[in-house]
């Protein structure tokens, strides 16, 4: 399956569009082509989707997620994503389902940020890596840096949702410049960006540029896209902030006219008290009182 791109072999969700997986499965045969075995490296998880493929591979010797498990993760849609009962121990019980124990015998689970994990703590390095926690560009170059301290000097680093964060992506590429490391990348349909480094920077150019997206065209449609997408969430936030005041005006209105029919009713009984018949029979009285009164105040 794994060979002839059947995108079956994801029997857990993967939280990606079919041609993601396409490219992923893409990847993946150009990681056993180049690199024959490999270990594989995953930064964000979730429930184990595009772990599963590699676990059954028996190219790939190891697997590695690090996830450091947020119940809520911002991201560069200017949205906040909401992950309940976001634990390894589910994703583990998801992938057991589905797979042998010799395939999940395999997987090492890491609850952590990937630039916190120690360096000699993976051993032996990965040399296949996918990035796909949280989608901020501040966040990917972050888990880009950290994943090349526990990668080989010739491997493949992914990225998902490569429309979100191009911006990190690029910066990647200028930060393997200033280290002096040859790279490639090829930006993969539907979101799949694919970076080779070292020695896999021309298989890259030879074996997955043919199939990639042209690349400027894509960097201006996902800019762009994402320009709307964030105008349009701001609108519904303004929409939703401007009914908020006009329920609150509406409540102050009537409020006042509240307060000022109160002042009406109390201006009608003061009224109907000063003309009434009774209150002019005892003015007299009211005045012998009042100069009573002011008598004693002396």
């Not at 964000?44 to 997620?65: F, M, Q, T, Y």
């Not at 000022?260 to 007299?284: C, F, K, M, N, V």
Request: hydrophobic fraction near 40%.
């Amino acid at each position: 399956m794994i060979e002839t791109l059947d995108i079956a072999v994801f029997q857990v969700d993967t939280g990606s569009t079919l041609s993601d997986r396409t490219s992923f499965l893409r990847v993946q045969n150009f990681a056993r082509s180049t690199l024959g075995r490999y270990v594989y490296l995953e930064v964000g998880s979730d429930i184990g989707g595009s772990l599963l493929p590699h676990l059954i591979d028996p190219a790939c010797e190891a697997v590695i997620s690090v996830d450091l498990r947020p119940a809520t993760q911002p991201d560069e849609r200017a949205e906040v994503f909401h992950y309940p009962d976001n634990t390894a121990a589910r994703m583990v019980a998801l992938l057991s389902d589905k797979l042998p124990p010799d395939a999940m015998a395999k997987l090492t689970t890491i609850d952590s940020d990937v630039s916190d994990v120690p360096p000699q703590s993976i051993e032996p390095k990965a040399t296949l890596a996918l990035i796909d926690a949280e989608h901020t560009n501040t966040a990917c170059f972050s888990d880009f840096v950290g994943v090349l301290g526990l990668m080989k000097p010739d491997c493949i680093i992914s990225f998902h949702d490569a429309n979100l964060i191009a911006d990190a992506i690029v910066n990647a590429e200028r930060f393997l410049d200033h280290l002096g490391i040859e790279h490639e990348t090829a930006f993969l349909p539907d979101t799949v960006a694919v970076m080779g480094l070292g020695r896999l920077a021309s298989a890259v150019r030879d074996q997955l540029q043919p199939h990639a997206l042209d690349r400027e065209t894509s960097l201006d449609r996902w800019q762009r896209q994402l320009w709307s997408h964030i105008a349009s969430v701001h609108s519904r936030q303004n929409d939703a902030e401007l009914e908020h005041l006009r329920s609150d005006n509406s409540r102050l209105v009537e409020e006042v006219e509240r307060a000022r029919q109160t002042t009406r009713d109390a201006q009608a009984r003061e009224d109907a008290i000063t003309s009434s018949t009774t209150w002019r029979a005892s003015a007299p009285v009211r005045a012998v009182v009042d100069c009573i009164k002011r008598g004693l105040a002396r």
